[in-house]
Nanobody, 123 residues
């Protein structure tokens, strides 16, 4: 599956952004957003399991982030609200193309990755 992330940019603290991830090619069982800030490890933001459309959020994202998916457009979205400077990072979308009941919302369980889109939160 090919993933194309978009929607990043420069936003002031307290602002909002919508990131999009357009998927094409083969089907996938889960789609997720991760982010990586300069000098830090890549961390999960949210994961959507296609089978039951369940959504998992990281503790740092809860309350400020909404993940969704439009099946007709084969596109996933990540709405970022009340952004803080510490949200500055490259945001990646990723897909899991194999079935697993045990795979968690961690980078190691996703096998296809998009190129990332940069979100900068600064005044």
């Amino acid at each position: 599956v090919q993933l194309q992330a978009s929607g990043g940019g420069l936003v002031q603290p307290g602002g909002s952004l919508r990131l999009s991830c357009a998927a094409s090619g083969q089907d996938y069982y889960a789609i997720a957003w991760f982010r990586q800030a300069p000098g830090k490890k890549r961390e999960a933001v949210s994961c959507i399991t296609v089978r039951d459309e369940s959504i998992e959020y990281s503790d740092s994202a809860k309350g400020r982030v909404t993940a969704s998916r439009d099946n007709a457009k084969n596109t996933a979205y990540l709405d970022l609200n009340s952004l803080k400077p510490e949200d500055t990072a490259v945001y990646y979308c990723a897909a899991r193309t194999y079935f697993s009941l045990l795979a968690g919302c961690v980078a190691e369980s996703f096998d296809e990755w998009g190129q990332g889109t940069l979100v900068t939160v600064s005044s």
